[in-house]
């Protein structure tokens, strides 16, 4: 045929910008529609790789040779086939880069052409590849079009190692497809150690059931942030070894003090009511803290940082767990002298309304979302009228029942210290509610404690 000829011969003039198409990585030049250029998505300078213009379609004797087929989108319809144009499996890689990679995001399994700009920055340290594509039409062929995403680290002291210079991602894929396939194509085991990041606010993309492209900013900027998290442990295992530890430690004192306080007359003193009262009361809430982790509460992320259950478990086995333990049992504290036993029934009564009220509220959040699922409903009832986290409420107090049955100053540090965390998770949940559902949801003024927090 004369057209093969010419562009077998080199003849027919390039239009367009280069790409890079085929398994023997020969760049196909194109236009959109009638020989105009494509439009240019993105601010990002181009950079033009060097092309060896008399090699036609040689292979290349080194990697750094490029050698370009002369071949236009209007001519595409009537040519046929050539072993490096595969219409199922046309890619668009770009030159592979340290620590960097593109994922082509394909709303059509058969796009023939594509035109794309890309260029390697360096910015406060962090290593991109920008690149932005859009497939041209023909009459021949229904092209849709397709987006680059490009993957930056967030930081390269945490950079995801052998990263590829590029593969397929379906254009109905969720943050936890992309999670999986660059786990899979990085050697990582647990693609729960892949983080990605808003390349706008720099937060993390938490839901993980959300569609990739359904996010605004990376959407936008057709970019995400991506670094390597380190080792990850599961939610579920990190609240029951932070739970366990309270409960070991508040038995392991108790057997172990006529040796613990033995100068202070602990081995002729048997422990009073109220300190078994107060040690039945802790226990009880932190086995039934374990139980909801292990059969209620359905976790929105996978895992968290392993080296972040150590920052976790001080609080709990620090303070509730050694501080309130070693203070509680003491023979000389006030829960040792106590002997109003209506204080005792007042702490109790608030102790287990408010346990009754903090598992209510926690069976009921666990009902608006399915298993496995992230969604989000608007919650109502169970004190969510009054506040944002009516379980912070209760949980709050039932240590303050805690605190009225012991007369325990360490129950109040510890408390204290727990109600300002949960008030600063609390915030955050009615700022989401607010951001997710805007006037369908009832704002609130105050998020744990009606008139104070």
Not at 28 to 50: D, E, H, I, M, S
Not at 65 to 85: D, F
Not at 148 to 155: D, G, I, V
């Amino acid at each position: 045929m004369p057209f093969w000829d010419d562009v077998l011969s080199g003849a027919i003039p390039v239009v367009g910008r280069w790409i890079w198409a085929g398994q023997r990585g020969a760049p196909l030049v194109v236009t959109c529609g009638n020989g105009a250029k494509p439009p240019r998505l993105g601010g990002a300078r181009q950079a033009q790789p060097q092309a060896n213009p008399d090699s036609n379609f040689a292979q290349p004797k080194k990697s750094s040779e490029y050698h370009r087929g002369k071949l236009t989108l209007s001519q595409l319809a009537e040519a046929p086939k050539v072993p490096w144009l595969d219409a199922g499996k046309l890619q668009v890689p770009c030159r592979p880069q340290r620590n960097a990679a593109r994922f082509c995001i394909l709303n059509n399994a058969n796009p023939y052409a594509a035109q794309q700009q890309w260029r390697r920055r360096r910015s406060d340290s962090r290593t991109a590849v920008r690149a932005r594509a859009c497939l041209a039409t023909s009459t021949a062929y229904d092209l849709a079009c397709a987006q680059l995403l490009t993957e930056k680290l967030a930081a390269p002291k945490q950079p995801v190692k052998r990263l590829p210079a590029s593969v397929e991602l379906p254009a109905e894929a969720t943050v936890e497809d992309l999670k999986k396939l660059i786990a899979q194509t990085s050697k990582i085991g647990d693609y729960n150690r892949i983080g990605l990041f808003d390349p706008s606010t720099r937060k993390t993309l938490k839901n993980r059931k959300a569609r990739v492209f359904d996010e605004q900013n990376v959407a936008a900027a057709g970019e995400v942030l991506v670094k390597d998290l380190g080792p990850q442990i599961a939610w579920r295992t990190v609240f029951l070894i932070e739970y366990l530890g309270p409960i070991l430690i508040h038995v392991l004192v108790v057997a172990a003090r006529p040796y613990i306080y033995r100068d202070a007359g602990a081995t002729a003193e048997a422990m009073s009511f109220t300190q078994w009262l107060s040690f039945g009361m802790i226990v009880a809430h932190f086995v039934k803290r374990e139980l909801e982790t292990l059969f209620v509460h359905k976790f929105s992320a996978n895992t968290m940082p392993v080296f972040n259950i150590f920052k976790n478990s001080v609080f709990y086995w620090a303070l509730s767990g050694l501080l309130c333990a070693l203070s509680i049992y003491h023979p000389r504290s006030l829960a040792a002298r106590a002997d109003l036993p209506v204080i005792d029934a007042v702490g109790t009564a608030l102790y287990l309304f408010a346990e009754m009220g903090n598992a209510t509220v926690h069976l009921y959040l666990s009902s608006l979302r399915s298993p496995g699922g992230t969604e989000r409903q608007i919650p109502s009832g169970y004190g969510f009228g009054l506040v944002t986290c009516p379980n912070y409420m209760f949980e709050i107090l039932a240590w303050v029942g805690i605190i009225v049955a012991s007369r325990d100053w360490a129950v109040a540090v510890f408390i204290s210290v727990g109600a300002a965390q949960m008030y600063t998770w609390a915030r955050g949940k009615e700022s989401a509610y607010r951001k997710e559902f805007g006037d369908k949801y009832k704002k609130k003024r105050y998020v744990i404690l009606p008139g104070l927090l």
